[in-house]
C-alpha cells in the first residue's frame, strides 16, 4: 500500500493504453469462444462426442476448463490494474506488478527532474494518442515509462510540479487519491 | 473414471480457489482508496466463478457412473 505524506495529493494516475492490451484480448477471446463451439458443433465431425457416456464428461471438462480461464482472466486483469504509475504533487511512484508475488515500486522525488522527453513511436500512436515518457532526474538517471496514455498532460504535470517551490504547493485533502 | 474425475475435479477447484484468494488479497490489499474498479470486479468474478462451479458441478453429477465399464470389463471386451 502506498502512503501519501500528510500534505501530499495524488494528481494523476497513469495505466498502460489499452492499445497495448488488444493482442492479449485477442487471444482471451479465442481462448474463450473455441472449446464451447467445439463441444457445440464437434459432434457433426465426431460423433463420439455426443456419446451418451461420452458427453456429460466432455461438458463438465468444459465448465472446469473456463474456471480456470476466468482465473486466468482475472490474473491477467490484476496485473495491469495494479501495473501504474501515480503522479503526486512530490514524486512520481512507479508501480511494476510484474507477476502476481513479482512487485517492484520506485519513486523519485519530483524537484530531482531535470527534462521530461515525449517518444510517439508510429502512427498508430499518433491517432490514438499514446506514447513513451522519459524523464531525466538528478539523482535517479532515466525513468522510461511506455505507452502512457495522455502522454502531454503528464509531462506538463511533472513539469509543473517539478518546478514549484514544496512550500507554495496547496494541501487538498478530499483530493488525496484520484479514482483509478 | 469416477474416482479420477473426482480427484480432477477437486484440484482443479482447490488450485482455483487459491488463485482467487491471492489475486483478490491483491486487489484488495494494493488497491487505493479511490480506485473503484476492483470494488465491481470481485464480485463479479466470484459471481461468475460460483457460476461455473455450478454448473461444473450438476455435468458431473449428471455422468452415468453406473453404465462405465468396469476396468476388468473393459479388458474382457477389448481382448481378442
Not at chain 1, 498502460?16 to 481462448?31: A, K, M, N, Q, S
Not at chain 2, 486487489?27 to 466463478?49: N, S
Amino acid at each position: 500500500m502506498i502512503q501519501l505524506a500528510p500534505n501530499e495529493t495524488v494528481r494523476f494516475v497513469i495505466r498502460r493504453h489499452w492499445f497495448v492490451y488488444l493482442g492479449p484480448v485477442f487471444v482471451f477471446l479465442i481462448l474463450f469462444a473455441v472449446p464451447p463451439l467445439i463441444v457445440r458443433s464437434g459432434p457433426r465431425y465426431l460423433p463420439l462426442l455426443s456419446h451418451p457416456l461420452v458427453s456429460p464428461v466432455v461438458k463438465f471438462l468444459l465448465a472446469l476448463y473456463l474456471l480456470g480461464f476466468l482465473a486466468y482472466v482475472l490474473l491477467h486483469w490484476t496485473k495491469y490494474y495494479l501495473d501504474t504509475w501515480i503522479i503526486t504533487d512530490q514524486r512520481l511512484i512507479d508501480i511494476e506488478q510484474h507477476g502476481l508475488f513479482h512487485r517492484e515500486i520506485s519513486e523519485f522525488p519530483l524537484e530531482r527532474v531535470q527534462n521530461v522527453t515525449i517518444e510517439i513511436p508510429g502512427f498508430i500512436a499518433t491517432v490514438l494518442k499514446f506514447g513513451n515518457l522519459k524523464i531525466q532526474t538528478a539523482s535517479h538517471g532515466e525513468f522510461t515509462i511506455t505507452e502512457v496514455p495522455n502522454c502531454y498532460h503528464a509531462k506538463e504535470l511533472i513539469l509543473k510540479y517539478s518546478r514549484v517551490p514544496r512550500q507554495t504547493i496547496p494541501h487538498e485533502p478530499e483530493k488525496k487519491i484520484m479514482a483509478g | 473414471m469416477f474416482a479420477a474425475l473426482l480427484v480432477l475435479f477437486l484440484a482443479v477447484v482447490a488450485a482455483d480457489a487459491l488463485l482467487s484468494a491471492a489475486v483478490i488479497y491483491h486487489l484488495r490489499q494494493y488497491t487505493l482508496p479511490g480506485w473503484t474498479a476492483a470494488k465491481l470486479v470481485i464480485p463479479l468474478y466470484l459471481i461468475l466463478a460460483s457460476l461455473l462451479l455450478i454448473v461444473a458441478l450438476a455435468y458431473f453429477l449428471r455422468v452415468p457412473w453406473a453404465d462405465y465399464p468396469t476396468p476388468r470389463e473393459f479388458l474382457s471386451t477389448a481382448a481378442p
